[in-house]
């Protein structure tokens, strides 16, 4: 089935420590945004990519680093996770400029 | 002020009546408008999207687009107790700048 496919599903890591969060999709869509969703705070835009081999910041993107090789592939990577970092983080993908974005199922982070 | 702004609710209808869900953006230059379902622990999920002033109707959905005003809206006919969930408004950029940039949701309640 085509989409969009997250790794881990959920994770507990101890502060200080790096972890990469996977995003892949097979829809050969050009954008890619990695989001987290916090209660109250809606879902917030972490970094995105329009198209391979370039990125840019969202509204929230201290702490958070991600790339682009090609075109399937979006990881986010906390260098020096904290507390702060326990979310849902969720990855999508557009197919173009003015297109409607699809949601991968999700990654619950719990940094302790 | 936030890019996109919604009244967190939560919103009660009792079934069969009329949901209206409101959401007013920031950024005049906008051009793609999407309203999003999420239900409780899972990930959005497309509903509509809109491109022009008007409305737009799919099922029991219509959306509805008043770009002067920089206002969107979305009313669920007949709503139903599947239809409780929380609704995210997302607004999208011009250009090579794709930004998808959500709400905060609303979250709708109807009841028996």
């Known amino acids: 089935i085509a989409g969009i496919t997250q790794a881990p599903t959920s994770q507990i890591l101890a502060a200080g420590r790096r972890m990469t969060l996977r995003c892949t999709q097979d829809m050969r869509h050009n954008a890619m945004y990695w989001y987290r969703q916090d209660l109250g705070l809606g879902l917030r835009l972490i970094h995105y990519?329009?198209?391979?081999?370039?990125?840019g910041k969202g509204e929230v993107p201290d702490g958070y680093s991600v790339s682009r090789a090609n075109t399937d592939d979006f990881p986010l990577t906390l260098a020096s996770a904290v507390p702060s970092q326990t979310s849902v983080y969720f990855c999508?993908?557009?197919?173009?400029?003015?297109?409607?974005?699809?949601f991968g199922q999700g990654t619950r982070l719990t940094v302790v | 002020q936030k890019e996109v702004e919604q009244n967190s609710g939560p919103l009660s209808v009792p079934e069969g009546a009329i949901a209206s869900l409101n959401c007013t953006y920031s950024d005049r230059v906008s051009q793609s408008f999407f309203w999003y379902r999420q239900y409780s622990g899972k990930s959005p999920e497309l509903i509509m999207s809109i491109y022009s002033n008007g409305d737009k109707e799919d099922g029991r959905f219509t959306a509805q687009l008043n770009k002067a005003s920089q206002y969107v809206s979305l009313l669920i006919r007949d709503s139903q107790p599947s239809d409780s969930a929380t609704y995210l408004c997302a607004v999208k950029g011009t250009g090579t700048a794709s930004k998808l940039t959500f709400g905060t949701g609303t979250r709708l309640q109807v009841t028996l």
């Open positions: 999508a993908s557009s197919a173009g400029a003015r297109t409607e974005a699809f």
């Open positions: 990519s329009n198209t391979a081999g370039t990125t």
